[in-house]
């Protein structure tokens, strides 16, 4: 029987809490306790619950780059034909989701002797793209299915976005057909959402390239965000906005306050939004909300950086009324190459005196 769905005793679970996932199922699918550890909490993962809750199959997923994503463990509680297949309905559901997010390209690594799940694989869309010859060499691997022949090659699959049957209905706005009230609300933030922020921050690290941190690299934890989040809450010139929705923070922006005389009328300005929220409207309503606040307080200049390839947010700036102040040539290394930092400023006055130069 082929599995291109789960049964109606199962469903596929997005799961928010890894360490929950049996270690044994994960170590089918990467038999290295030390990398699964590596990417464990970096991962998002999908699964097939029974009925019972036993987890049957389970997909883990890494961010790579602002439109790439790589499938880092894959594993199925019973490698049988018939199980594999389980694999299908969940390789997709796990595609949907990352094109909503704006993912082009999904890759996945596996033994060339897997052939139950390279065909599961494929079946859900995937091609082969490369092999690496005698990748596994160095690794004590069984013989593949009683043929005496060691198979040790590792093919690289992908799946590409124009490739999907299911583009047209997934590649529409995430939120854009739900009413209004159940869109992201925008609010200060509170001592209350300093694990939801981080926890959004570092998914931004590694959803884009368009944040200054790398993939893991941020540090902070959750009493250091806590402890910004209060300063930040103490400080008469500096704001912190988040955007929730479904009871998750979606967005954010940080302004935080010249701490002397000399620049305490002056605001530098950090802001954030999931790929699912983006193109929607969110990033100007921040901002609006952020004018708002500053009017209120005296705040009369707001600074901020954006790469220069980052033309989309670049453009947001300038309808907002920033104005390029100067280039930063090479101030960044992204993916082995020099990228150049845009500076911009806003005279907050000329907003209230309606002399915004677009």
């Not at 360490?19 to 089918?28: G, H």
């Not at 894959?74 to 018939?82: C, H, L, M, Q, Y």
């Not at 009230?181 to 200060?188: A, D, F, M, N, V």
Request: with cysteine.
């Amino acid at each position: 029987m082929e599995r291109d769905r789960i049964s109606k005793t199962e469903r596929i679970v997005r799961e928010s809490e890894p360490n929950a996932l049996p270690i044994e199922l994960l170590k089918q699918g990467d038999p290295l306790d030390w990398r699964i550890e590596t990417y464990l909490h970096e991962a998002e993962w999908w699964s097939i619950r029974a009925a019972t809750e036993e987890v049957l199959a389970v997909v883990g997923c890494v961010r790579t780059g602002a439109e790439e994503a790589e499938i880092v463990n894959i594993a199925v509680k019973e490698r049988t034909g018939e199980e594999l297949e389980r694999l299908i309905p969940l390789l997709q559901q796990m595609d949907v989701e990352w094109t909503q997010r704006g993912v082009r390209r999904l890759t996945a690594y596996i033994g060339a002797w897997e052939t139950g799940l390279l065909y599961a694989c494929q079946r859900a869309g995937f091609r082969i793209v490369a092999a690496e010859p005698d990748y596994y060499a160095d690794f004590q691997l069984a013989t593949a299915e009683g043929s005496g022949l060691r198979r040790l090659d590792r093919l690289m699959l992908e799946l590409l976005a124009q490739g999907r049957n299911s583009s047209e209905a997934v590649l529409h706005s995430v939120f854009g057909d739900r009413p209004e009230e159940q869109r992201p609300t925008i609010r200060r933030a509170e001592l209350r959402d300093s694990r939801s922020l981080l926890s959004m921050k570092k998914r931004l690290d590694r959803e884009t390239t368009s944040m200054l941190y790398e993939p893991g690299e941020r540090r902070l934890t959750d009493g250091d965000q806590l402890e910004q989040i209060r300063s930040l809450l103490r400080s008469s010139n500096s704001l912190m906005l988040v955007a929730e929705m479904d009871g998750e923070v979606v967005g954010y922006l940080e302004a935080t306050g010249g701490k002397v005389r000399r620049n305490q009328h002056t605001i530098y300005i950090v802001v954030g939004i999931l790929e699912i929220c983006t193109g929607q409207g969110l990033g100007r309503r921040l901002f609006q909300e952020m004018f708002e606040w500053a009017a209120r307080r005296q705040v009369l200049r707001a600074e901020l950086t954006v790469q220069a390839s980052n033309q989309r947010a670049y453009r947001l700036y300038r309808s907002l009324g920033f104005r390029l102040e100067g280039v930063m040539r090479g101030a960044l290394m992204i993916e082995g190459e020099p990228v150049d930092l845009y500076q911009m400023g806003c005279d907050l006055r000329s907003l209230k005196q309606g002399r915004v130069d677009k």
